[in-house]
């Protein structure tokens, strides 16, 4: 449980501070002094947070994994949403990290990094494929922690605003 010690003070709005014992913000603080960013992608930061602070709570190797790696791709759609990315009408569903280089080229590396992982990903939700180590499990944890401060800079960046 996310909960923190009792008699622990709660944390700041907006803290980034990480790991058991503490108490995560779920609050994802929209900055006012700029346009306003689609509300979904707030939303979906906000959920991808959620998702880490529970994720590193998970006993089992595989599911922090699948957490982290789920956590990471709602930061990422969080990017494109906010990007106001067009709707392509009849179009095939697209990978999102696959669409992030396009709206976000700064992310491409992430992306790739990220990517490279959907395989096992997949094969650890269907629990078929290798064990997940407890070490690759907490890499992709740190990682996707990373990569949601990152996103929520995208996303917090003037240039990347566009009313939806």
């Known amino acids: 449980m996310?909960?923190?010690?009792?008699?622990?003070?709660?944390?700041?709005?907006?803290?980034?501070?990480?790991?058991?014992?503490?108490?995560?913000?779920?609050?994802?603080v929209a900055p006012s002094s700029v346009a306003p960013v689609a509300p979904m992608a707030w939303g979906l930061l906000a959920q991808a947070k959620r998702g880490l602070a529970a994720?590193?709570?998970?006993?089992?190797?595989?599911?922090?994994f699948t957490a982290a790696y789920s956590s990471a791709r709602r930061a990422a759609a969080a990017v494109v949403a906010a990007a106001g990315r067009p709707h392509r009408g009849r179009a095939r569903p697209t990978?999102?990290?696959?669409?992030?280089p396009?709206?976000?080229?700064?992310?491409?590396?992430?992306?790739?990094?990220?990517?490279?992982?959907?395989?096992?990903?997949a094969a650890a939700q269907a629990g078929i494929g290798d064990k997940i180590s407890a070490r690759a499990a907490d890499d992709l944890l740190r990682q996707s922690w990373q990569f949601l401060d990152l996103a929520e800079r995208a996303i917090s960046a003037p240039h990347a605003r566009r009313t939806a």
Not at 16 to 22: C, F, L, M, N, Q
Not at 95 to 100: N, Q, R
């Open 2 to 28: 996310p909960c923190g010690a009792v008699g622990e003070a709660p944390a700041p709005q907006g803290s980034t501070e990480r790991g058991k014992g503490t108490i995560m913000s779920s609050a994802v």
């Open 55 to 64: 994720a590193e709570w998970e006993a089992a190797s595989v599911d922090r």
């Open 95 to 100: 990978s999102v990290w696959l669409l992030l």
């Open 102 to 121: 396009t709206v976000a080229p700064e992310l491409a590396e992430w992306a790739a990094f990220f990517a490279a992982h959907s395989t096992r990903h």
